[in-house]
Structure formats: C-alpha cells, structure tokens
C-alpha cells in the first residue's frame, strides 16, 4: 500500500483565494472536559482531493450522484517529469486507453509538502484535456492543487469534466513508481458539494516501466 494523500495541517499549502484550512478544539480532556472534540474549516478543495463536475459545470452533477466506481479501481502512474506543461503530444506517448486512471507524477513531485504556493506548477493545456476526453479516459489525477495552469480561466476543468472525467489532485506523487496500481480514493460522502478531500491509496499490482 503507498499512501499519496497529503495530510491536512494547519499553514499547508492552500491554493490562493481559498480559505485556509483551520481546526479548533471544542471540548478537550485537558481543559476537564470528557473527551477531546475538535472541528475544522476548510475548502473541500484543499489537500488532496477530487472535482465533481459542479466544480465548474453549474448544471454539473454534484459529488452526491457520482457513482462509487469513479473512485475506486485499476489505474496507471505515468512519470511526466522533465516537462515545464503536460501538452496533447506528452499525453499520445503514453497512449491513454478507454475506461483508464492515469495519474500524473510530474516536477511537481513533493510540492505539496511545501508551505509557499508554486504558481509555476506543472498542469495541463486545453488540448491535453480534449486529447484525454477523446480518449475515454475515465479519471485524470495532477500532484498540484490544480489540474490547469494557474491564474486560467477554467477550460481545463470544463473540458474535463463535461467529458465525463473524475479529476484527482494534490497528491504527493514522490513515493510512487510509475507502474499498474489498483486505485482507492474516498471523497469525504458531502451532499450536492462541488468536491471533497480524499485519502489517496495505491496498492501495488505488479512492476513495469512507463
């Protein structure tokens, strides 16, 4: 089992303008109380985590109605490092396959570890998303906190996902191989919410080069 999900904290990396992740104690043994008992405030895009379609489709489905299945199977690791964007010719030397999880490990590497947002960050162009879609391909996962370059207007995530494509990010791609792995990858069940958190798993099916 390799575990890419980013734990949550407070001060990690939050993309800019989303509200930062914050937990407080309500009840705690220590200031006499029973139990401890705290809660949290956060973006349900902060960490590691997927866009339901709502994200950025208004008439999009919302994370309630997607099915299970999106969540949770057979899916590739593909290394990309060496490459300043992700372009439609990257994407075609990897030959995408119909119903495929592809889950990019890119220079992005343990950026999400870190405190200072990188607005440099390796993502996808608009072609790359309609190559994928073209593809059947069924989920996309970047490790960064967007799938698209920063400061864009959207397209890559419409494209996305009105083509019917679960979009993982913000994972810590630094421990995994590129290789066949079964995914497991949870959202946080929130009714009609635009995404959630999710604890990312890889669990190892066999070793090959890609």
């Not at 001060?11 to 809660?39: H, T």
């Not at 790359?128 to 920063?150: M, N, Q, T, W």
């Not at 009714?191 to 080069?209: F, N, T, V």
């Amino acid at each position: 089992m390799i575990d890419l999900t980013v734990p949550l904290r407070e001060g990690m990396l939050q993309y800019p303008g989303d509200p930062p992740y914050r937990r407080e104690w309500w009840y705690a043994i220590s200031e006499g109380k029973d139990c401890n008992v705290s809660n949290i405030h956060l973006s349900v895009h902060t960490g590691t985590h997927m866009d339901a379609p709502y994200h950025f489709l208004d008439d999009g489905r919302t994370l309630d109605r997607l099915s299970p299945d999106c969540f949770i199977g057979a899916c590739r690791v593909v290394d990309l490092t060496g490459r300043p964007v992700i372009d439609a010719a990257d994407l075609q030397t990897i030959a995408p396959r119909a119903g495929e999880r592809l889950l990019l490990k890119t220079d992005n590497a343990d950026g999400m570890r870190a405190d200072c947002f990188n607005p440099q960050y390796v993502a996808l162009t608009a072609d790359a998303a309609r190559y994928l879609v073209s593809c059947e391909v069924k989920a996309i996962g970047i490790d960064y906190l967007s799938i698209e370059p920063y400061n864009q207007n959207g397209d890559v995530h419409r494209i996305l996902l009105g083509g019917g494509v679960t979009i993982y990010e913000g994972y810590d791609a630094t421990s995994v191989h590129a290789g066949a792995y079964e995914l497991i990858a949870l959202p946080m069940l929130i009714e009609k919410s635009d995404g959630a958190p999710c604890r990312m798993i890889l669990r190892e099916l066999e070793k090959c080069a890609l």
